[in-house]
């Protein structure tokens, strides 16, 4: 049976959501495998997060080249965990750093690519969402070990009972990983929402807030939501760069979208068209969001917003 190693990448000794994701897709073509590259001797807590999720093992690294010299270390590992397990494919978190890795495995190993893909089959081929998601394409790699990286949220992660064993590898980071050493790193700043690109709720807000994005954040607040924002809205200063959703901002596939007096400009609507459910709110009947929405609502966010709340409050009562 084929095995199918997947990146499990983590931050601030948490295991990724994605995960779990990716092992629902790397099961239907064979045995799903973690691979854990950490710094530090945190491995088996990391491991413990693994745990009901279709992943059958977990292949466990820990070297502080990691921290001191950053993506070129994981890479170099990486490979070395694929010359030795020999896997079918490997699947990748399709986030700015999980695209940076896969670039750059794939060269190391001289393997093809495919970058955001939605969907994952049995053979290793994907579905792909392009040119602004005017067109769903299918492609699948021909040269050497498959490297996709996958959307997040672009499966709901299924549960099982299984408790997936741990074997620790030992690897020597080569030399030429150690060109760049990391002098100084400043996390991110995070509040109490989830993170964008793995929420299954995202509201966002656009040039129709005028600057306003309380109506947007009580929302999210209520459902457990994100945050997230036009480019029309960051470009203003309205709303961090790091929420932006869109073409030139970050890509999220989350069961529900609403988009909050945002026009739909195909720029935005390349960053969360693969969403399973999109509710669009907007002053403006021709407003091309609504060609994208499953439900629209003409009208101003600050009027409709605060009645929604209020029949969900008291529909959860």
């Known amino acids: 049976m084929a095995n199918v190693l997947i990146f499990a990448d983590h931050d601030g000794g948490k295991v990724a959501k994605t995960a779990a994701e990716l092992a629902s897709f790397a099961k239907r073509g064979g045995t799903p495998i973690a691979v854990l590259l950490t710094d530090s001797s945190q491995a088996d807590s990391l491991a413990s ?93 021909k040269t050497g070990i498959p490297v996709i990286t996958v959307r997040p949220s672009s499966i709901e992660a299924s549960t099982t009972s299984n408790t997936p064993a741990v074997e620790k590898l030992n690897v020597t980071v080569s030399d030429k990983a150690k060109l760049v050493t990391i002098s100084n790193v400043q996390p991110a700043v995070k509040g109490g929402r ?76 390349a960053g969360m068209q693969t969403s399973k459910n999109i509710v669009a709110i907007n002053k403006d009947p021709e407003a091309p969001i609504f060609d994208l929405a499953d439900f629209g609502v003409v009208g101003d966010l600050f009027a409709v917003l605060p009645q929604a709340r209020e029949a969900i409050q008291a529909k959860r009562s």
Not at 74 to 87: S, Y
Not at 238 to 263: E, R
């Open 49 to 141: 997060q693994l745990a009901n999720t279709d992943i059958e093992s977990v292949l466990a690294v820990e070297n502080s080249d990691f921290a001191k010299h950053g993506i070129p270390a994981l890479v170099d590992a990486l490979a070395q965990v694929i010359e030795a397990k020999k896997p079918d494919a490997v699947l990748i978190p399709s986030t700015a750093r999980g695209k940076e890795i896969a670039g750059r495995l794939a060269v190391r190993i001289n393997s093809g690519i495919i970058t955001d893909a939605i969907d994952v089959t049995p053979d290793f081929g994907t579905t792909q969402s392009v040119f602004g998601g005017s067109f769903t394409v299918s492609a699948k790699v």
């Open 194 to 269: 989830p993170e964008l690109t793995e929420a299954k709720i995202v509201i966002s807000g656009g040039r129709g807030t005028n600057g306003d994005f309380t109506q947007v954040e009580a929302m999210a607040d209520l459902l457990g939501a994100a945050v997230g924002a036009s480019r029309a809205a960051t470009d203003a200063g309205w709303y961090p760069h790091t929420h932006q959703v869109g073409q030139t901002g970050k890509t999220v596939s989350p069961q529900l979208y609403m988009a909050c007096g945002i026009s739909g400009a195909i720029q935005h609507r």
